[in-house]
């Protein structure tokens, strides 16, 4: 393998390993300009599984009403055409969330993701993030079809005249029938005009959507699996990382959202000037914690209403769009940019659209998203084959020079003007070009990272069978074999075939193109790390991918095969012609500079 050849192996190796780490944000975005809370040294992260210590100053047994000690326990079922609701009044809160039209694993889709029964989602804590919740139980009311109300009565702390006042918490959730999105209002109101002193560290109360967002899942990978925080500020999506277990945000945003690859849980808070502190601090019962907390500055009026809406459900634009128009949705929200949590692919998102709509077009023809896959790539495969055809050219022309090239180098070492000059007569002698092999395959990559891009992420791959009994679904790993418990060192609890037939196709296919090429002493090991150690390295990154990826890699490897085997066929004469019409001449015991390329002499056909 000479260097022009290696050089575009390692170029093409750095554009396919560069395009797994940018597909999913090509141009990354900015990180979020966060600070922690001073109390963020005593939090501990995921790492250690600590959970962050709750403010015992802030519990709401100290505010108790004697009279409303009593109220029952009470289960609330909802539902609208989205959503499947299940409220406790034990705080008023949410305990289950989960959208009918979309499964997970023959149930709907549970969009509120729980350690255990004690968990929920928009709990209101007095106080700042780290307070308590508050557990007591709420008086409840149905106001209409998708609106609900949970109140109690509660006894503020003691003002600079030593009085308690008294104040009514309610929450109040509406939905609408066809929404994802659903509004939560959040009343302290005191009845005979007095303010309550709700003063607890310099907060109210807090309210917190969490602890996590569904599907399920029992580890994430963040490559193929993954949850992030998200803002939206000044007309731009931002990507917050969490160091330490906790972050709090400087600047107002117009939302904030956990996401994950398929749906996502957005919040959208009113114009009051909220401390929002996003928290990945393991809570019990969970892999991994998302959770997002508004904590509310003080109050300063006697009847107070806080109004958040909050979006759950898939990434998908026709879902996310309408809250850009008021006409278009039940709660007039207009502007938003819900779509900016979306995956971005930049500049290649044209490619993937057309990708898309022929993907969703074989589809039609046959309704297995599988078989489009394989379909598709042979497509892709017969449109580029030109392509490939001429870099196949190229490069066996550029091995049958290489024996020519280590005679010139040996001619010139120590005259590389020189050398430079004869190589390049000789390249112009049998018209070939360096890069004449690099340039085609490189033209091709845009499709294979628009590819990875589309079959990473295409929603409708959620639950999509290809082969009953094996691939059950192309969003997800395959598994031909389960372990009670993960192997040691690779952290593993299934064996998987997919990864393993991709290695093989992988390390046939390299092997058959080589086969084409001269192999000399100097590139030998280079064609064996490419043929074994490329495809074994691989093996590890794509190990946990899902399917659908891997069905077309190595649909896209056993087509490369073909190709090869009938280009080898058909060019092995032509190759074998190459680089046999220059040879050098002078006195081998002369000087060097005595010596020069020349073209080679036809033999003049004898006269009958």
Same mark, same amino acid.
């Given at each position: 393998?000479d260097?022009?050849t290696?050089?575009?192996?390692i170029?093409?190796?750095v554009?396919?390993?560069a395009?797994?780490m ?18 963020a ?5 995921t790492?250690v599984?600590?959970e ?7 519990s709401?047994?100290e505010?108790?009403m ?26 008023g809160?949410i ?5 009918k ?12 993701f ?8 928009f709990?209101v804590?007095?106080g ?15 106001l209409d079809e ?7 009565i ?10 308690r ?6 929450k109040?959730?509406? !939905? %609408? /029938? ?9 009343? #302290?109101?005191n $009845?005979i005009?007095?303010?309550?002193? +709700? ?21 994430l990978?963040?490559?193929y699996?993954?949850?992030r925080?998200?803002?939206y500020?000044?007309?731009?999506a ?6 330490d277990g ?15 690859k398929? !749906? %996502? /849980?957005i919040?959208v ?6 401390? #929002?502190?996003? $928290?990945?601090a393991?809570?019990?019962? +969970?892999p ?31 879902y996310?769009?309408?809250y850009?128009?008021a006409d ?9 940019n ?9 500049i290649?998102?044209w490619?993937?659209?057309l990708l ?16 489009a ?23 066996a ?17 120590d ?9 390049g ?13 690099c ?15 589309l ?26 074999y389960?372990f ?5 060192l ?23 193109m080589?086969?084409s ?8 090991s ?16 794509l190990?946990?991918a ?33 680089g ?13 500079q005595?010596?020069?390329i ?11």
């Amino acid at each position: 393998m000479d260097k022009n050849t290696l050089f575009a192996v390692i170029l093409s190796t750095v554009v396919i390993t560069a395009g797994f780490m940018i597909q999913s944000k090509f141009f990354p975005a900015a990180e979020q300009e966060v600070v922690s809370r001073p109390a963020a040294e005593e939090v501990v992260g995921t790492e250690v599984e600590k959970e962050i210590p709750r403010h015992q100053s802030a519990s709401s047994n100290e505010l108790l009403m004697d009279s409303e000690k009593t109220i029952e326990d009470k289960i609330i079922q909802a539902e609208t055409n989205r959503f499947l609701i299940t409220f406790s009044n034990k705080g008023g809160v949410i305990t289950s969330l989960r959208l009918k039209e979309h499964d997970d694993n023959g149930q709907p889709l549970e969009m509120i993701f729980r350690g255990d029964e004690n968990q929920a989602s928009f709990d209101v804590a007095f106080g700042g993030f780290d307070a308590i919740p508050v557990t007591e139980n709420f008086t409840y009311r149905k106001l209409d079809e998708y609106t609900f109300e949970f109140s109690r009565i509660f006894l503020a702390p003691a003002d600079v005249e030593g009085k308690r006042i008294p104040f009514t918490l309610s929450k109040t959730y509406k !939905f %609408t /029938a066809d929404d994802y999105m659903m509004e939560l209002r959040v009343g #302290i109101e005191n $009845s005979i005009n007095k303010i309550p002193a +709700l003063n607890f560290d310099g907060f109210a109360y807090s309210l917190t959507m969490g602890p996590q967002i569904g599907p399920e899942f029992s580890e994430l990978d963040n490559r193929y699996f993954y949850r992030r925080f998200y803002t939206y500020e000044g007309k731009k999506a931002n990507t917050v990382k969490i160091k330490d277990g906790v972050k709090v945000l400087e600047d107002r945003v117009t939302w904030a959202a956990v996401a994950g690859k398929y !749906f %996502t /849980a957005i919040a959208v808070p009113d114009a009051t000037d909220y401390e #929002i502190t996003m $928290s990945e601090a393991a809570v019990e019962g +969970l892999p991994q914690s998302n959770q997002i907390v508004f904590s509310r500055p003080l109050i300063k009026s006697s009847n107070n209403e806080d109004v958040f809406k909050f979006y759950f459900g898939p990434k998908l634009k026709k879902y996310l769009l309408p809250y850009n128009d008021a006409d278009e949705n039940g709660f007039a929200m207009k502007d938003l940019n819900l779509d900016e949590i979306e995956d971005s692919s930049s500049i290649l998102g044209w490619l993937e659209w057309l990708l898309q709509k022929g993907l969703s077009l074989v589809y039609k023809a046959i309704p297995n998203y599988g078989i489009a896959i394989i379909l598709l790539t042979i497509v892709i495969k017969v449109l580029l084959f030109p392509l490939t055809k001429k870099s196949t050219q190229s490069t066996a022309r550029m091995s049958a020079l290489a024996p020519k090239m280590e005679e010139l180098k040996a001619q010139f070492k120590d005259q590389p003007d020189k050398l430079n000059k004869a190589m390049g007569e000789m390249y112009k002698k049998e018209g070939v070009s360096p890069m004449g092999g690099c340039l085609p395959m490189l033209v091709q990559f845009p499709f294979f990272i628009a590819m990875y891009g589309l079959l990473n992420k295409y929603f409708e791959f959620r639950g999509a069978v290809f082969i009953p009994g094996w691939i059950t679904d192309l969003a997800a790993p395959e598994s031909i074999y389960h372990f009670a418990a993960k192997l040691p060192l690779l952290n593993w609890s299934d064996i998987r075939l997919l990864p393993i037939l991709f290695v093989g196709s992988q390390m046939f296919s390299s092997k058959i193109m080589q086969s084409s090429q001269v192999s000399t002493a100097g590139n030998q090991s280079t064609m064996k790390m490419m043929t074994y150690a490329m495809p074994i390295m691989f093996f590890f990154i794509l190990y946990n991918a899902p399917s659908g990826l891997l069905v077309y890699w190595i649909c896209s490897n056993i087509f490369t095969l073909l190709q090869q085997m009938y280009s080898n066929r058909h060019l092995k004469p032509a190759a074998a012609g190459a680089g046999g019409g220059l040879k050098i001449v002078g006195n081998d015991d002369g000087p060097q500079q005595n010596k020069k390329i020349v073209p080679p002499t036809k033999k003049k056909k004898k006269k009958k």
